[in-house]
C-alpha cells in the first residue's frame, strides 16, 4: 500500500532541490550599475555578465558615444567596431547582436569579433535630461555573452537607442612579424632579381 503522505514529501523534496540548482546556477550573473549613485531619479545602466564582473569605465552627459573623433570610449583606446543605431559604423558590422526584452529598457548581447578582444559595451539613452545619457562597461576577458538594462525612478526614463561595441585588436605575436618582414623580403629580392635580369636582355 502507497504511502501518500511520503509521495507529497518526496515531490516537495524534488522540487526545492530543483529550485535550490536553479538558484544556484543563476548566481553566477554579476550586475553592475553605471555610475550606481544613491539618487534614485539618476538613470542607473546596468550589464549583468557570467562569469566575471564587467566595470564602467565611463559615463556622462550629451551624445558622446558616437563611434567618432569625439567618442569618449574612442578616447580610451578602444577602437569602434560596431553599432546597433548605425549599419555603417565601426569595422566589423554585425559583431553585435542586441535584443530588446521589452520597451528597449533591457535585453541581452552577444559578440562575434575574432581577432578584437577587450571589449567595451556602451549604452546610450533616448531621451535627454536625467543624468547620465550614457554609459560604457569593459567586459571581463572572454566575455562575449550577457544581459543589459537601464532603470530609474523618474517617468521620463526613456530607452536605449544606441549601443556600441568597441574592442582592441589582438597583437600578433612576434614570430608573426618576422614571417611577414621574411616573406616581404623575399619578395623584394625576387623583384630585383627579374628588374636586373630585363636590364641585361635590352642590353
Known sequence: MS????????LLAAAAMVGFWAAAAG???????????VATTDREFAIG???GTASCIVYGNGNSLNGGGADSVNALGYVTLDSTADG????LN?????????????????????GYTSFVIGLQASTAGI?????????PDGETLGSWSISSTDPDLG???????????????????????????LGFAARR????RAGAAVA
Open 49 to 51: 555578465t557570467d562569469p
Open 27 to 37: 548566481a553566477d550573473v554579476v550586475y553592475v550599475t553605471c555610475p550606481n549613485t
Open 3 to 10: 504511502n501518500p503522505q511520503g509521495k507529497g514529501f518526496a
Open 94 to 114: 554585425g559583431s553585435l547582436g542586441f535584443t530588446d526584452g521589452g520597451s528597449w529598457q533591457s535585453g541581452t548581447f552577444s559578440i562575434a569579433a575574432p
Open 131 to 139: 543624468n547620465p545619457d550614457y554609459a560604457a562597461f569593459l567586459l
Open 88 to 91: 555603417t559604423t565601426g569595422l
Open 159 to 185: 530607452s536605449v537607442n544606441r549601443a556600441i561595441l568597441y574592442g582592441i585588436p589582438v597583437p600578433l605575436p612576434a614570430a608573426s612579424w618576422l614571417l611577414l618582414s621574411g616573406i616581404a623580403g
Open 193 to 196: 632579381r627579374g628588374s636586373l
